[in-house]
Protein backbone atom coordinates (compact mmCIF):
# COMPACT_ATOMS: atom_id res chain seq x y z
CA UNK A 1 0.00 0.00 0.00
CA UNK A 2 2.90 2.42 0.67
CA UNK A 3 4.36 1.69 -2.44
CA UNK A 4 1.26 2.11 -4.02
CA UNK A 5 0.98 5.84 -2.56
CA UNK A 6 5.01 6.88 -3.40
CA UNK A 7 4.33 5.60 -6.85
CA UNK A 8 1.54 7.81 -7.09
CA UNK A 9 3.01 10.40 -5.43
CA UNK A 10 5.98 10.49 -8.07
CA UNK A 11 3.29 10.63 -10.87
CA UNK A 12 1.94 13.46 -8.92
CA UNK A 13 4.81 15.23 -9.21
CA UNK A 14 5.92 14.51 -12.35
CA UNK A 15 2.45 15.74 -13.91
CA UNK A 16 3.23 18.86 -12.12
CA UNK A 17 6.65 19.57 -13.57
CA UNK A 18 5.47 18.60 -17.04
CA UNK A 19 2.01 20.21 -17.05
CA UNK A 20 3.56 23.78 -17.13
CA UNK A 21 5.81 22.65 -20.37
CA UNK A 22 2.50 21.01 -21.71
CA UNK A 23 0.22 24.49 -21.71
CA UNK A 24 2.85 26.38 -22.87
CA UNK A 25 3.92 23.96 -25.80
CA UNK A 26 -0.08 23.92 -26.56
CA UNK A 27 -0.73 27.79 -26.13
CA UNK A 28 2.73 28.06 -28.95
CA UNK A 29 0.95 25.99 -30.97
CA UNK A 30 -2.64 27.14 -31.07
CA UNK A 31 -0.55 30.72 -31.68
CA UNK A 32 1.19 29.56 -34.73
CA UNK A 33 -1.94 28.17 -35.93
CA UNK A 34 -4.14 31.04 -35.24
CA UNK A 35 -1.67 33.09 -36.93
CA UNK A 36 -1.82 30.94 -40.06
CA UNK A 37 -5.79 31.22 -39.61
CA UNK A 38 -5.22 35.07 -39.59
CA UNK A 39 -2.80 35.10 -42.56
CA UNK A 40 -5.68 33.78 -44.73
CA UNK A 41 -6.70 36.24 -48.04
CA UNK A 42 -9.68 36.04 -49.01
CA UNK A 43 -10.79 33.55 -51.65
CA UNK A 44 -9.27 31.05 -49.31
CA UNK A 45 -11.19 31.70 -46.48
CA UNK A 46 -14.01 31.42 -48.92
CA UNK A 47 -12.83 28.10 -50.25
CA UNK A 48 -12.50 27.07 -46.33
CA UNK A 49 -15.98 27.80 -46.16
CA UNK A 50 -17.52 26.45 -48.84
CA UNK A 51 -14.96 23.07 -48.46
CA UNK A 52 -16.16 22.74 -45.22
CA UNK A 53 -20.14 23.59 -45.92
CA UNK A 54 -19.91 21.23 -49.38
CA UNK A 55 -18.76 18.37 -47.46
CA UNK A 56 -21.45 17.88 -44.85
CA UNK A 57 -24.31 15.58 -45.15
CA UNK A 58 -27.14 18.86 -44.92
CA UNK A 59 -25.49 19.56 -48.02
CA UNK A 60 -25.88 16.41 -49.61
CA UNK A 61 -29.52 16.05 -48.41
CA UNK A 62 -30.36 19.79 -49.86
CA UNK A 63 -29.47 18.33 -53.02
CA UNK A 64 -31.36 15.38 -52.85
CA UNK A 65 -34.69 17.35 -51.88
CA UNK A 66 -33.18 19.97 -54.49
CA UNK A 67 -33.02 17.57 -57.56
CA UNK A 68 -35.85 15.13 -56.30
CA UNK A 69 -38.28 18.59 -56.32
CA UNK A 70 -36.80 19.78 -59.72
CA UNK A 71 -37.47 16.67 -61.49
CA UNK A 72 -40.56 15.99 -59.48
CA UNK A 73 -41.86 19.36 -60.76
CA UNK A 74 -40.40 19.39 -64.55
CA UNK A 75 -42.10 15.91 -64.90
CA UNK A 76 -45.32 16.74 -64.05
CA UNK A 77 -45.62 15.07 -61.04
CA UNK A 78 -46.80 18.57 -58.81
CA UNK A 79 -49.63 19.56 -60.90
CA UNK A 80 -49.94 23.03 -58.97
CA UNK A 81 -46.64 24.06 -61.02
CA UNK A 82 -45.89 24.44 -64.61
CA UNK A 83 -43.06 22.58 -65.75
CA UNK A 84 -40.08 24.82 -66.66
CA UNK A 85 -37.31 22.74 -68.03
CA UNK A 86 -38.64 19.65 -69.32
CA UNK A 87 -36.85 16.46 -70.00
CA UNK A 88 -33.95 15.74 -70.54
CA UNK A 89 -33.12 18.60 -67.99
CA UNK A 90 -30.89 20.84 -69.57
CA UNK A 91 -31.37 23.87 -67.42
CA UNK A 92 -30.71 21.72 -64.36
CA UNK A 93 -27.91 19.79 -66.23
CA UNK A 94 -26.20 23.10 -66.94
CA UNK A 95 -26.68 24.71 -63.18
CA UNK A 96 -25.03 21.34 -61.89
CA UNK A 97 -22.25 21.09 -63.99
CA UNK A 98 -21.39 25.13 -63.35
CA UNK A 99 -21.75 24.37 -59.57
CA UNK A 100 -19.41 21.28 -59.62
CA UNK A 101 -17.01 23.41 -61.94
CA UNK A 102 -16.85 26.46 -59.01
CA UNK A 103 -16.84 23.61 -56.04
CA UNK A 104 -14.04 21.91 -57.65
CA UNK A 105 -12.30 25.06 -58.12
CA UNK A 106 -13.07 26.17 -54.35
CA UNK A 107 -11.78 22.34 -53.02
CA UNK A 108 -8.80 22.56 -55.13
CA UNK A 109 -7.69 25.95 -53.46
CA UNK A 110 -8.53 25.13 -49.90
CA UNK A 111 -6.35 21.66 -51.01
CA UNK A 112 -3.70 23.92 -51.94
CA UNK A 113 -4.05 25.64 -48.65
CA UNK A 114 -3.78 22.46 -46.56
CA UNK A 115 -0.62 21.69 -48.49
CA UNK A 116 0.76 24.65 -47.85
CA UNK A 117 0.35 23.80 -43.95
CA UNK A 118 1.27 20.68 -44.42
CA UNK A 119 4.37 21.97 -45.91
CA UNK A 120 5.28 23.99 -43.07
CA UNK A 121 4.48 22.07 -40.61
CA UNK A 122 7.01 19.67 -42.03
CA UNK A 123 9.71 21.98 -42.00
CA UNK A 124 8.77 22.93 -38.58
CA UNK A 125 9.57 19.20 -37.98
CA UNK A 126 12.26 18.80 -39.44
CA UNK A 127 13.72 21.76 -37.73
CA UNK A 128 13.05 20.46 -34.26
CA UNK A 129 13.98 17.12 -34.94
CA UNK A 130 17.46 18.49 -36.02
CA UNK A 131 17.46 20.94 -33.00
CA UNK A 132 16.79 17.22 -30.97
CA UNK A 133 19.64 15.25 -33.10
CA UNK A 134 22.22 17.93 -32.09
CA UNK A 135 21.56 18.04 -28.80
CA UNK A 136 21.67 14.93 -28.29
CA UNK A 137 25.10 14.45 -30.39
CA UNK A 138 26.76 17.08 -27.90
CA UNK A 139 25.15 15.22 -24.79
CA UNK A 140 26.28 11.95 -25.85
CA UNK A 141 30.03 14.07 -26.51
CA UNK A 142 29.39 15.62 -23.30
CA UNK A 143 28.90 12.51 -21.26
CA UNK A 144 32.04 10.76 -23.18
CA UNK A 145 34.41 13.53 -22.44
CA UNK A 146 33.29 13.44 -18.69
CA UNK A 147 33.46 9.81 -18.55
CA UNK A 148 36.95 9.88 -20.12
CA UNK A 149 37.59 12.22 -17.51
CA UNK A 150 36.43 10.14 -14.82
CA UNK A 151 38.62 6.76 -15.97
CA UNK A 152 35.18 5.29 -17.03
CA UNK A 153 34.85 2.54 -19.43
CA UNK A 154 31.73 3.05 -21.45
CA UNK A 155 32.17 -0.41 -22.61
CA UNK A 156 30.88 -1.48 -26.33
CA UNK A 157 29.39 2.01 -26.55
CA UNK A 158 29.01 3.36 -30.22
CA UNK A 159 31.44 6.22 -30.61
CA UNK A 160 29.66 7.19 -33.74
CA UNK A 161 26.80 8.29 -32.08
CA UNK A 162 28.77 11.50 -30.77
CA UNK A 163 29.08 12.23 -34.32
CA UNK A 164 27.00 15.21 -35.68
CA UNK A 165 24.68 13.16 -38.77
CA UNK A 166 25.70 14.57 -42.36
CA UNK A 167 23.16 15.78 -43.45
CA UNK A 168 23.42 15.60 -47.22
CA UNK A 169 24.88 12.01 -47.43
CA UNK A 170 21.80 10.85 -45.08
CA UNK A 171 19.70 12.02 -47.84
CA UNK A 172 21.63 10.68 -50.86
CA UNK A 173 21.21 7.43 -49.37
CA UNK A 174 17.71 8.06 -48.52
CA UNK A 175 17.40 8.98 -52.17
CA UNK A 176 19.55 5.99 -53.19
CA UNK A 177 17.70 3.67 -51.38
CA UNK A 178 14.04 4.27 -51.91
CA UNK A 179 12.71 3.22 -55.27
CA UNK A 180 11.39 6.11 -57.58
CA UNK A 181 8.93 4.13 -59.23
CA UNK A 182 6.70 0.11 -58.54
CA UNK A 183 9.89 -1.79 -60.82
CA UNK A 184 13.06 -0.54 -59.17
CA UNK A 185 14.63 -2.39 -56.69
CA UNK A 186 15.99 -0.57 -53.92
CA UNK A 187 19.81 -0.51 -53.50
CA UNK A 188 21.20 -1.43 -50.04
CA UNK A 189 21.62 1.33 -47.59
CA UNK A 190 25.17 3.02 -47.02
CA UNK A 191 26.40 3.53 -43.44
CA UNK A 192 24.28 7.38 -42.43
CA UNK A 193 27.22 8.59 -40.33
CA UNK A 194 30.52 10.02 -41.60
Known sequence: MNSRVRSSSRVSQTEDTTAPAISRNVAQIAKLEEEQIQARGLSQRIAGAVTRAAGTSPFALAHLVWFASWIAIDTGWVRRLRPFDPFPFNLLTMVVSLEAIFLSIWILISQNEMARQS??????????????????????????????????????????????????????????????????????PTPLRT
Open 119 to 188: DRRAHLDLQVNLLAEQESTETLRLVKHIADRLGVSTGSADDTLAVETDLEHLVSTMDEALPESAGKTPSP
